[in-house]
């Protein structure tokens, strides 16, 4: 008989059984409670005693069913088979990753909240968005409004790294918002190459679902390296970082999420490199590090990227010295991998700045965002966000910022710092990533809640990210201590310490989640709520059992379910961009003319949504200043300070008042543009809500290109001189 002939089948334990049920039967309640909440049906109700009746009211038996058996079945076949399953996806992790791309590929699966165009531009032909399970969010703007559509945009530029689409004049379409261009430089924008060679819905799906399950596969890789190899420990490390609440808020847009993969991999390429012995693996391993640290570089967000610099540098630092006596040697044959790799790297970079330095000059010179100054300070109350991560999928009714901005690591601060401290001094482990990542925690923790002098932000560079952002490295650095503490402690806390001591620090984070944070936002249910996960969680982290690390990786891992896999939507397609008759009618036009377009009395998405279908549109996204279009209609540099700015245009037409532009914050400016200003900036064609007939003159006239009467905006076509 052979041994898997002989194997038996695990024993099911009643208590068990009864467990597994439970778990599926409340997993399936929050499965069918977060699709109706999605749905937008309860609407108009007072309070949340109102809400979770029409809530209850609303959930269909069936659906309850069917997620009920379908979770069910995964528990008692992971009860059963858990160490095969787990063995099987441990040993081909990776393929598994590339067939789940392929697979999103083909079925065109993203989390873009494109979907929102249905709105903002309604056509009665298109009735679905597209979207599969959970809501697009109105609130990611600079994703489905500004990067998808000059992502978009590339298909009509024939992915050029200068476009006339975007500010209706040539445009850096690589640096600033790091767009897909057919150049030697895509290989630092390695998740943007599926759009060269793919159509627009199966590039989008490569571009999202690439993303995200790098970022786990290489979280995972990394958590290997921080847990000794400790495979759960390593999961929930991946699941706590790649489902971050500020991860998935920030996901489509800013690069973050490839700013940890990029990060993570130079780390991973040092670990590899200097524990194989093999020079063919070297090489790649040279390679892997020009990719990652190129992307890092050129991810052109300071603010993250410099704090996240100093976390990678030190956790990288910590590698050599631990694996150095290991480390084989060969001047003649590392040195020159080593220095060529460097080499490369830096060659490459500076070729791009050179190409790019008008765009890096415009945006350093600009008003917005230019050249900042930060010193740090007062955020206190950022160090407290966290909690308060588990509702905003669900509610943004009454927060004092918007999501992506009050979004961070759910690190349970802070319990790496405690954790930390106890495998220093009570196990007497002389950790020095442990040691590392409290030099950083003190670090960032002065500058975010003291701030420094202008001298020293300057000095550490810290001067180009603002408290907010420092603090998301900060709760980054608490998840490596926490995962770190628990992977290599020796020792745990006795039961009836650790309840007390949980109990309060639930209460107490959530206390200061409300007071410094949410206010009234955290009303009594989201307390309780609050409490509750965290008593559970913090509980679980300071037990030192091999079960209760076990339970302590599994809630942590369905928390960050709940916390980040809840953000972004499940689409799939872009029909609700190539069925829209609109983009349909612009297209048209810009197969046989390529004239100047205007957004005119919309909002500014208007313009974006013109340049996503081909049309070269001067109100769209402009990224850095046109300076040249905006000379023509001011001439003597009245409103410089206004218009040098990565700015989103709103354009009204008007008649007999002189052109005017206005501020309306910081990245908004409305352009009153006279109508015989028009033909200065070269206006061959306008899509507006109104009718533009009563503004006809000698000078020029409007003359509607589409009649179709049920349509949501108009386009028109100026004609210059004598009607």
Known sequence: ???????????????????????????????????????????????????????????????????????????????????????????????????????????????????????????SVVTDDGVILGQSRAVRSDEWAVHTPMTLSQYYSDFSVFSDIFRGSSTDMYMVYGQPVMDWSIIFRPFQIGYLFLSPAKGMAFYWVGKLVVLILVSFEMGMLITKKNKLLSLTYAAMVALAPVVQWWFGANSFPEMLIYGQGIILCVAIYMETTKYWQRILCGLGFIIAGGSYLLVMYPAWQIPFFYVFLLIGIWVIIERRKEFKFSAKKDIPIIVGSVAIMGACIIAILLRSWDTIQAVMNSAYPGHRVEIGGNGLSLLFKYPGNVFLPIDDAGLTSNQSEMSSFYSLFPMG????????????????????????????????????????????????????????????????MLIRSIAIRKSGIKLYVALPVAAVMAVAMTYYSKRLTYGEYFNYLYVAISIVILAVLFFLALRESKRMQTVFCVAMCLTMLLVGGLVNPVRSGLGVIDDNRLSQAIRQIEQTDDGIWIAESGSWVEGNFIAMNGGSVINSTNTYCNTEMWSKIDPSGQYEEIYNRYAHISISLIKDTPTTIELVQPDLIQLNLNIDDLELLGVKYILTPRELEEFNSEECSFVKVNNEPDFSRRIYEVQYGEQ
Not at 423 to 443: E, G, N, R, S
Not at 449 to 465: D, H, Q, R, W, Y
Request: aromatic share 14%.
């Open 1 to 123: 008989m052979s041994k898997r002939e002989g194997q038996k089948l695990r024993p099911l334990n009643p208590a068990a059984a009864i467990l597994m049920i439970l778990f599926s039967a409340i997993l399936s309640f929050c499965t069918e409670a977060y699709i109706v909440i999605c749905s937008g049906i309860i609407q108009g109700v007072n309070g949340y005693k109102e809400y979770i009746s029409k809530l209850i009211e609303h959930l269909s038996a069936a659906h309850l069913v069917a997620f009920f058996v379908i979770i069910a079945f995964v528990c008692f076949m992971l009860y059963f088979f858990g160490k095969q399953i787990g063995n099987f996806i441990y040993k081909f992790r990776w393929p598994i990753g590339i067939g789940v791309i392929i697979l999103a590929v083909i079925f065109e699966i993203s989390g873009s909240s494109i979907g929102l165009w249905k709105d903002f531009m309604p056509d």
């Open 417 to 480: 710092a405690i954790l930390s401290l106890l495998v220093l001094f009570k196990d007497k482990v002389k950790d020095k990533l442990l040691i590392f990542m409290w030099t950083l925690q003190v670090f960032f923790g002065i500058y975010v809640v003291l701030g420094f002098p202008e001298f020293l932000a300057k000095i550490t560079l810290l001067s180009n990210s603002q408290a907010i952002r420092t603090v998301i490295a900060l709760s980054f650095v608490n998840v490596i």
